[in-house]
Antibody
Framework: QVQLQESGPGLVKPSETLSLTCTVS????????WSWIRQSPGKGLECIGY???????NYNPSLKSRVIMSVDTSKNQFSLKLSSVTAADTAVYYC??????????????WGRGTLVTVSS | QSALTQPRSVSGSPGQSVTISCTGT?????????VSWYQQHPGKVPKLMIY???KRPSGVPDRFSGSKSGNTASLTISGLQAEDEADYYC???????????FGGGTKLTVL
């Protein structure tokens, strides 16, 4: 079955750019929507945005000025870049998708998550 | 877009029923039939339990049910079991540009 796996640095310096990649295995990325969600330590969930396999994107308005998502169908990967990070961006970052209904507002398949700490 | 409002904690004894509320506005919960609920055990990945307000994905026990009235959605867990102890998050579609908003989460304790 389809599995997702996040990868990227676990430590990013303030003001720098956080870069993460999600690798899709067991299936093709060339369908549906692919999302990034984060969870700050001890806090709730926040959807960062999503990318369609065609490359179209939609970002959370609160993060929009700092977010870029991209997809590489040849590698079955999609990526997240979050610029000008601060300590408030410290969180577990999940990549996720939805297979039930083909929409971008449910998430029934998640990666294991990767903790990114912003600190000098 | 403000987070949806959930109680910080609820509790119940094994076998009992508990209901977790999720209050939003007419721009989110009240405006769409796209409410979902996620279960998250400590250190684990969130799991989709309910979608489209009241539908259960395959494999989710029918002890879990969802409903909505006006701007408030609810998750009811009947026949509580120890394994149900977890954090629960509601989520609502809010339109094309903001697309989803989560609740702050509710910690369920099985006494």
């Amino acid at each position: 079955q389809v599995q997702l796996q996040e990868s990227g640095p676990g430590l990013v310096k303030p003001s720098e750019t956080l870069s993460l990649t999600c690798t899709v295995s067991g299936g093709s990325i060339s369908r549906g929507y692919w999302s990034w969600i984060r969870q700050s330590p001890g806090k709730g969930l926040e959807c960062i945005g999503y990318i369609h396999y065609s490359g179209s994107t939609n970002y959370n308005p609160s993060l929009k000025s700092r977010v870029i998502m991209s997809v590489d169908t040849s590698k079955n990967q999609f990526s997240l870049k979050l610029s000008s990070v601060t300590a408030a961006d410290t969180a577990v970052y999940y990549c996720a998708t939805e297979e039930l209904t083909g929409t971008y507002w449910y998430f029934d398949l998640w990666g294991r998550g990767t903790l990114v700490t912003v600190s000098s | 877009q403000s987070a949806l409002t959930q109680p910080r904690s609820v509790s119940g004894s094994p076998g009992q029923s508990v209901t977790i509320s999720c209050t939003g506005t007419s721009s989110d919960v009240g405006g769409y039939h796209y409410v979902s609920w996620y279960q998250q055990h400590p250190g684990k990945v969130p799991k989709l339990m309910i979608y489209d307000v009241s539908k259960r994905p395959s494999g989710v026990p029918d002890r879990f049910s969802g409903s909505k009235s006006g701007n408030t959605a609810s998750l009811t867990i009947s026949g509580l079991q120890a394994e149900d102890e977890a954090d629960y998050y509601c989520c609502s579609y809010v339109g094309t540009y903001t697309f989803v908003v989560f609740g702050g989460g509710t910690k369920l304790t099985v006494l």
